[in-house]
Protein backbone atom coordinates (compact mmCIF):
# COMPACT_ATOMS: atom_id res chain seq x y z
CA UNK A 1 0.00 0.00 0.00
CA UNK A 2 1.64 3.37 -1.10
CA UNK A 3 0.97 6.34 1.02
CA UNK A 4 1.34 9.91 0.50
CA UNK A 5 1.40 12.18 3.28
CA UNK A 6 1.59 15.80 2.68
CA UNK A 7 2.32 18.82 5.39
CA UNK A 8 2.90 22.49 5.53
CA UNK A 9 -0.42 23.86 4.50
CA UNK A 10 -2.12 26.86 6.02
CA UNK A 11 -2.89 30.58 6.40
CA UNK A 12 -0.60 33.06 5.35
CA UNK A 13 -0.50 36.74 4.49
CA UNK A 14 -0.17 37.97 0.71
CA UNK A 15 3.95 38.23 0.16
CA UNK A 16 4.39 35.41 2.72
CA UNK A 17 5.95 31.82 2.61
CA UNK A 18 5.17 28.14 2.91
CA UNK A 19 6.85 25.17 2.39
CA UNK A 20 4.72 21.81 1.63
CA UNK A 21 6.49 18.52 1.84
CA UNK A 22 4.87 15.27 1.18
CA UNK A 23 6.57 12.02 2.24
CA UNK A 24 6.12 8.94 0.16
CA UNK A 25 6.28 5.00 1.94
CA UNK A 26 4.96 1.90 0.57
CA UNK A 27 5.80 -0.87 -2.12
CA UNK A 28 6.82 1.83 -4.70
CA UNK A 29 8.65 -0.03 -8.00
CA UNK A 30 10.77 3.09 -8.99
CA UNK A 31 9.46 6.57 -8.66
CA UNK A 32 9.77 8.52 -12.21
CA UNK A 33 8.28 11.76 -11.08
CA UNK A 34 6.57 13.61 -8.40
CA UNK A 35 5.02 16.56 -8.28
CA UNK A 36 2.22 19.01 -6.67
CA UNK A 37 -0.83 19.87 -8.08
CA UNK A 38 -4.00 22.39 -7.05
CA UNK A 39 -7.28 23.13 -7.19
CA UNK A 40 -9.37 26.20 -6.08
CA UNK A 41 -12.83 25.93 -5.66
CA UNK A 42 -14.84 25.81 -9.27
CA UNK A 43 -11.41 25.13 -10.86
CA UNK A 44 -9.98 22.10 -12.23
CA UNK A 45 -6.82 20.42 -10.97
CA UNK A 46 -3.41 21.96 -12.15
CA UNK A 47 0.01 20.68 -12.41
CA UNK A 48 2.10 23.14 -10.21
CA UNK A 49 5.41 21.73 -10.60
CA UNK A 50 7.00 18.34 -11.35
CA UNK A 51 10.75 16.73 -10.65
CA UNK A 52 11.42 13.78 -12.30
CA UNK A 53 13.69 10.97 -11.59
CA UNK A 54 16.60 12.50 -13.16
CA UNK A 55 16.25 15.94 -11.65
CA UNK A 56 14.58 17.68 -14.40
CA UNK A 57 12.04 20.25 -13.29
CA UNK A 58 8.86 22.21 -14.62
CA UNK A 59 6.46 24.63 -13.33
CA UNK A 60 3.06 26.06 -14.67
CA UNK A 61 3.69 29.81 -15.41
CA UNK A 62 2.59 31.61 -12.54
CA UNK A 63 4.46 30.76 -10.10
CA UNK A 64 7.75 30.46 -12.17
CA UNK A 65 10.44 32.49 -9.60
CA UNK A 66 8.23 32.04 -6.69
CA UNK A 67 8.07 28.12 -6.03
CA UNK A 68 10.91 25.68 -6.21
CA UNK A 69 10.21 22.07 -5.88
CA UNK A 70 13.27 20.13 -5.01
CA UNK A 71 13.46 16.11 -3.48
CA UNK A 72 15.11 13.87 -1.00
CA UNK A 73 15.44 11.05 -3.10
CA UNK A 74 16.81 8.72 0.34
CA UNK A 75 13.95 9.98 2.20
CA UNK A 76 11.01 9.62 -0.73
CA UNK A 77 10.14 13.18 -0.28
CA UNK A 78 9.45 16.00 -2.44
CA UNK A 79 9.04 19.49 -1.39
CA UNK A 80 7.75 22.79 -2.48
CA UNK A 81 8.78 26.12 -1.08
CA UNK A 82 6.41 28.95 -1.89
CA UNK A 83 7.18 32.80 -1.87
CA UNK A 84 5.73 35.77 -2.39
CA UNK A 85 2.62 34.26 -2.60
CA UNK A 86 -0.68 35.39 -4.00
CA UNK A 87 -4.69 35.38 -3.04
CA UNK A 88 -4.50 33.54 -6.82
CA UNK A 89 -2.66 30.73 -4.99
CA UNK A 90 -5.49 29.89 -2.63
CA UNK A 91 -6.16 26.19 -3.16
CA UNK A 92 -5.95 22.39 -2.13
CA UNK A 93 -2.44 21.40 -3.29
CA UNK A 94 -2.10 17.74 -3.62
CA UNK A 95 1.14 15.74 -4.12
CA UNK A 96 1.37 13.16 -6.86
CA UNK A 97 3.93 10.57 -7.77
CA UNK A 98 3.85 8.57 -10.41
CA UNK A 99 6.28 5.14 -10.63
CA UNK A 100 7.86 3.72 -13.76
CA UNK A 101 5.38 0.85 -14.13
CA UNK A 102 3.24 3.44 -14.94
CA UNK A 103 0.93 3.96 -11.52
CA UNK A 104 -0.27 6.81 -10.39
CA UNK A 105 -0.26 8.12 -6.65
CA UNK A 106 -2.03 10.95 -4.77
CA UNK A 107 -2.14 12.76 -1.31
CA UNK A 108 -4.81 14.29 0.62
CA UNK A 109 -4.00 17.18 -0.07
CA UNK A 110 -3.60 19.78 1.99
CA UNK A 111 -5.40 23.32 2.23
CA UNK A 112 -3.39 26.91 1.66
CA UNK A 113 -4.68 30.22 1.91
CA UNK A 114 -2.97 32.87 1.44
CA UNK A 115 -5.17 36.14 2.76
CA UNK A 116 -5.06 40.03 0.79
Known amino acids: QVQLVESGGGLVQAGGSLTLSCASS????????MGWYRQAPGKQRELVAA???????NYVDSVKGRFTISRSIAENTVYLRMNSLKPEDTAVYYC??????????WGQGTQVTVSS
Open 96 to 105: NLNSVDTRVY
Open 26 to 33: GSILSIAA
Open 51 to 57: ITRGGRT
